[in-house]
């Protein structure tokens, strides 16, 4: 086996150093786009500029809850949508149907999935996404964060939505190009009465990325740099 010594051995670590910093550059760009539909008549427009930032025309998934049974409690069943598991920190998510089912409002369809005011909501997704939407139906003082591989998170708060016929209103979340992906996101703050709810999310399931195989390798590197370091 070759084994670099000497000033040959310096630029070696050299050369690897600059390349692994010039990647993790590109990997690393910050801030990801919120988005956040001010009206019921903006959603079209809202939710098209989200697809188009996150280089889609439809999304790979979307959980519009019509076809689970009304009354079901989907909180911590991992087997209902796919790379999806929905959870609350009262253990409660329960799927509503018709006109006027929450608060007043009407879900998307015929079905959404209604929450009680002061709870946390999360979505945990097994394979991290590059970006997750959905409809947020008579709320108030909702916040939305989003929790980012590597440890990171980002925060926004949403648009209040009505207590009365169609008031959903779409959020989204798209991560940078080379960006960090998306674990999981809360929902909290919610306050009010007569329950909230979430419907037609929206979001992939990647195959690992690029930086996700750039991060296993650096690892490799450092490991093979401490060995010849010995
Ligand atoms: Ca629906
Ligand atoms: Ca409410």
Redesign the pocket.
């Known amino acids: 086996m070759y084994t670099a010594t000497g000033p040959n051995r310096f630029w070696i670590q050299v050369k690897i150093t600059f390349v692994g910093l010039t990647l993790l550059g590109i990997c690393g760009s910050a801030h990801a786009t919120f988005f956040n539909s001010a009206a019921f008549a903006n959603n079209g427009a809202t939710q098209s500029s989200f697809y188009t930032a996150a280089g889609i025309s439809s999304p790979q998934w979307l959980v519009?809850?019509?076809a689970i049974p009304v009354s079901t409690n989907v909180h911590g069943n991992a087997s209902l949508f796919p790379n999806l598991t929905i959870t609350t920190s009262n253990s409660s998510a329960v799927v509503t149907s018709g006109a006027g089912s929450i608060g007043g409002s009407n879900?998307?369809?015929?079905?959404?999935l209604q929450m009680a005011e002061g709870n946390n909501v999360f979505l945990t997704f097994a394979t991290p996404v590059d970006y997750i939407g959905g409809f947020d139906i008579d709320q108030s003082g909702l916040s939305l964060t989003v929790f980012l591989v590597g440890g990171g998170s980002e925060s926004v708060n949403l648009e209040t939505t009505a207590g009365d016929g169609n008031s959903a209103e779409f959020w989204g979340y798209v991560k940078n190009s080379g960006g960090p992906q998306i674990s999981s996101v809360r929902f909290s703050g919610v306050s009010g009465a007569s329950g909230w709810a979430l419907?037609?999310l929206q979001y992939n399931t990647p195959v690992p990325e690029p930086c996700t195989i750039l991060a296993l390798g650096t690892g490799a590197v450092a490991l093979m740099r401490r060995r010849m370091a010995k």
């Not at 879900?107 to 959404?112: E, F, L, N, V």
Request: aromatic letters at 10%; hydrophobic letters at 35%; proline letters at 9%.
């Open positions: 519009d809850f019509e879900p998307i369809g015929a079905r959404a419907d037609n």
